[in-house]
């Protein structure tokens, strides 16, 4: 039973370049969320999704893109990736509200 | 606005004294209050969690935390801390019943 997966564990991106962060869940959690951490500010929420097919924006969207085309699988994307968004991203999962969360081990994405 | 506040970013405790790390929040309602634990390189683990009922909530690796509503507080408490236990701590809040906003984290340093 792995959890949650995040590929890639690490990457790093020339400005203007796109990528694709994948999240896979083997849990059968509704809800998916996307999260970046940066130092000192905690992790702020950039979209998440309440069930396969729907998507929302969160605290910080601006710049990405998701998908949940599978209920197992949240993908979240960087069409034209800015140094500002040089960040370690975590994807969770919850059965449902208030259960608390399953977290990734996180990708750390440079944008040089 | 919501919001979770940890005002203490670094914390440094002898092995075997005790802890206490800080939170506080922001919120209309009773919120569903939780703790998290990062250790470096890793995602985050849930420590514990408060729905509702007897404000003093017990958690894995010995943890324990009291919520304080007159006072908007869910601090962390330790009695005895253990090497392992140093790691960066994160405060949040579940809004909206599929929200999470997080603080920005209290990193312990651990003294032999």
């Known amino acids: 039973n792995a959890g949650v997966t995040q590929t890639p564990k690490f990457r790093v991106l020339k400005t203007g370049q796109s990528m694709t962060l994948l999240c896979a869940q083997d849990?059968?959690?509704?809800?998916m969320y996307w999260y970046r951490q940066d130092p000192g500010m905690g992790l702020r929420l950039i979209h998440y999704?309440?069930?396969?097919?729907?998507?929302a924006k969160g605290e910080v969207p601006d710049g990405y893109n998701v998908s949940r085309l599978k209920k197992q699988n949240f993908l979240l994307g960087l069409e034209s990736a800015a140094p500002s968004q040089t960040s370690v991203y975590f994807c969770?999962?919850?059965?449902?509200?208030?259960?608390?969360?399953?977290f990734g081990s996180g990708t750390r994405l440079t944008v040089v | 606005a919501q919001s979770v506040t940890q005002p203490d970013i670094h914390i440094t405790v002898s092995e075997g004294a005790s802890l206490e790390l800080r939170c506080n929040y922001s919120?209309?309602?009773?919120?569903?209050l939780f703790w998290y634990v990062q250790s470096p390189g890793q995602g985050l683990q849930l420590l514990l969690k408060y729905f509702s009922g007897d404000t003093l909530v017990q958690g894995i690796k010995g943890f324990e935390a009291e919520f304080k509503r007159s006072q908007s507080s869910f601090n962390l408490r330790k009695p005895s801390v253990h090497w392992s236990d140093a790691a960066e701590y994160f405060c949040?809040?579940?809004?909206?019943?599929?929200?999470?906003?997080f603080g920005s984290g209290t990193k312990l340093n651990v003294k032999p």
């Open positions: 849990m059968n959690h509704e809800y």
């Open positions: 969770a999962s919850s059965l449902a509200t208030g259960y608390g969360y399953t």
């Open positions: 919120y209309g309602a009773t919120p569903y």
């Open positions: 999704s309440v069930g396969e097919g729907t998507t």
């Open positions: 949040a809040v579940l809004y909206n019943f599929n929200k999470f906003y």
